[in-house]
């Protein structure tokens, strides 16, 4: 699959475009296919080495981001193949959405209404949370 693939900590030109291998689903993880990624600061933070926890180097930056079940685990409940549905990764992880796919837990998985594009879908996630949080819990 074609990924964007970090290969050490710095600015913006420690970003590759390089053909990975597809990630493998085990347990609670679902496989998507990623239509839209979102694009966040703290993505950036991650990518530079500034964040308070750092991913293993290599790895594809994206926490947030929106596309099809196109597998998933043998554990996994909520979720089945073909399934439109958006992404919030709460931890690091190697495969993140600025890929073809993207390999998530199921509880950062959640179903996307019809109503909305993959577009909109990529941008709920942390963005949604932090304000919803923010308005409602605060």
Known sequence: MQAIWVEKYGDH?????????????????VLVQIAS???????????SGNFIFKNEVPFTPGKDGAGIVR????KVKQFKVGQRVFVCMRHLNKYG????????????TFPLPDCLSFDQGAALGIP????HRALVHM
Request: proline share 6%.
């Open 128 to 131: 949604y949370f932090t304000a």
């Open 37 to 47: 990624a979102g694009l966040n600061p703290v993505d950036t933070y991650i990518r």
């Open 97 to 108: 959405t600025y890929a073809e796919y993207s390999l998530v837990n199921e509880e950062d």
């Open 71 to 74: 597998e998933i685990g043998p």
């Open 13 to 29: 030109n420690v970003l590759q475009l390089k053909t990975v291998e597809k990630p493998t689903v085990t347990e609670n993880q």
